[in-house]
């Protein structure tokens, strides 16, 4: 908070995520903090979780920057990694010095990864990969992407390191959500890797897939945090701010919009906790994480946008966090799963019946 609120603001303006701030994040054991050994801090899903609040409380930017770098990132490598890969990567990505991205979602595409365009063929021990990779969080200052591609032998991924000729990622411009976080194209064109640039423990969408469930857990948590912010805001507003001949705060209607805020975040937190400790038993599923992604994350945009009803006309400004977390968590609705996804996920796991397309 010390390190974020102060700036935060001049950041989204700009639409710059500052790159040694990861070097902090380090310092401070964030980083594949819920990972074991090669310099990860082996913390528990509840105080990974925690860690993912507080960030998201700052700004969303620094959660997904957390996110991508410990569970789309470090997670593929020290789960589906070789020991060599493991040890090249990450204790660096441990203490912020090598920055990580996942390229899964492509221009055609993102609900359907499975539809993924990208190729990588061989030639003799090598591989040769092409395609573009969209919307991808760290892309251009990422030291290594983790890249997801169809193979003879079904999706494999890929670690991609920077400058790797035929490699190139480019910032992608004019987002209004998520400023503060680096978003990029990654173009994969005749890009030559050794044999052992393939993750040798993983075939097919599982791979990516298990990578998304561990980074979607962060966001339950994480957009609490968001969620917070705004209600202290709103309630820190409505009590000062007069209309009538007294604070907004003393209204009914505006009591009424906070409790309900209030409500629905403590009901998100005790869900996130539960989950979390479920996680630390071993006994967290993909359905709960969905259900758990899905109501968080919309209820915390229902609480910044309500958050900023309160705030009034100031409430559209970026002095106040409320529609910086609003805009922000637009994005944390679509990615790592949208919302009707996880519904979709959950109504099949209601019913037994598959509402995907196809
Ligand atoms: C800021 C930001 C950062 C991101 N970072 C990354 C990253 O680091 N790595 C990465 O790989 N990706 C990343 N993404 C991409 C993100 O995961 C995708 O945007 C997401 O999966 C949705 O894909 P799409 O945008 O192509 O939407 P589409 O899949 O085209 O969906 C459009 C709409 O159709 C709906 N829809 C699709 N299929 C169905 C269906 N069967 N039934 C009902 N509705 C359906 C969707 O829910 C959505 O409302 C990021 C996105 C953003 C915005």
């Known amino acids: 908070m010390d390190r974020v609120l102060p700036d935060i603001a001049a950041w989204y303006e700009a639409g710059t995520f500052p790159r040694e701030v990861f070097r902090e994040l380090g310092e401070l054991g964030l980083l594949g903090m819920h990972l074991e050994g090669y310099g990860c801090a082996g913390a528990s899903a509840v105080e990974y979780g925690l860690a993912c609040l507080e ?42 010095e090598a920055i990580g991205c996942f390229g899964l979602t492509e221009p055609d595409a993102g609900s359907d990864p499975g539809s993924m365009r990208t190729t990588a063929r061989r030639d003799g021990d090598d591989w040769i990969l092409d395609g573009t990779k969209m919307w991808i969080t760290n892309g251009s200052i990422a030291d290594v992407a983790v890249v997801w591609a169809r193979t003879d032998d079904g999706i494999r991924g890929f670690l991609v390191p920077r400058g790797t000729p035929g490699f190139t990622a480019r910032d992608m411009a004019h987002k209004l959500s998520l400023r503060a976080s680096v978003t990029s194209e990654l173009i994969l064109e005749r890009c030559r890797l050794p044999a052992d640039a393939v993750l040798p423990g993983v075939r097919g969408l599982k791979g990516p897939l298990s990578c998304l469930t561990e980074a979607r857990y962060g966001i339950v948590w994480g957009a609490l945090g968001a969620a917070r912010a705004c209600l202290e805001a709103a309630i820190a507003y409505a009590t000062t701010r007069e209309q009538f001949g007294r604070p907004i705060g003393g209204f009914q209607l505006t009591q009424r919009k906070l409790v309900d805020m209030v409500v629905e975040l403590e009901k998100g937190l005790l869900l996130a906790l539960h989950l979390g400790r479920r996680k630390d038993d071993g006994r967290l599923t993909p359905d709960q994480v969905s259900l758990a992604k899905l109501n968080n994350v919309r209820e915390a945009l229902a609480i910044a946008r309500e958050a900023r009803t309160i705030l009034g006309a100031n409430g559209i400004t970026l002095e106040y966090p409320v529609l910086r977390h609003a805009n922000n968590l637009e994005s944390v609705l679509t990615y790592e799963g949208t919302s009707e996804v996880h519904t979709l996920v959950v109504g099949k796991a209601l019913t037994g019946l598959d509402a995907f397309g196809g």
């Not at 409380?57 to 020290?78: K, Y």
């Not at 040890?87 to 660096?92: A, C, M």
């Open 55 to 96: 960030l998201e409380a700052g700004d969303s930017g620094f959660r997904s920057a957390v996110s991508v770098q410990g569970s789309l990132s470090m997670f593929p490598i020290r789960t589906y990694g070789s020991e060599a890969q493991r040890t090249e990567w990450l204790p660096r990505m441990a203490t912020g």
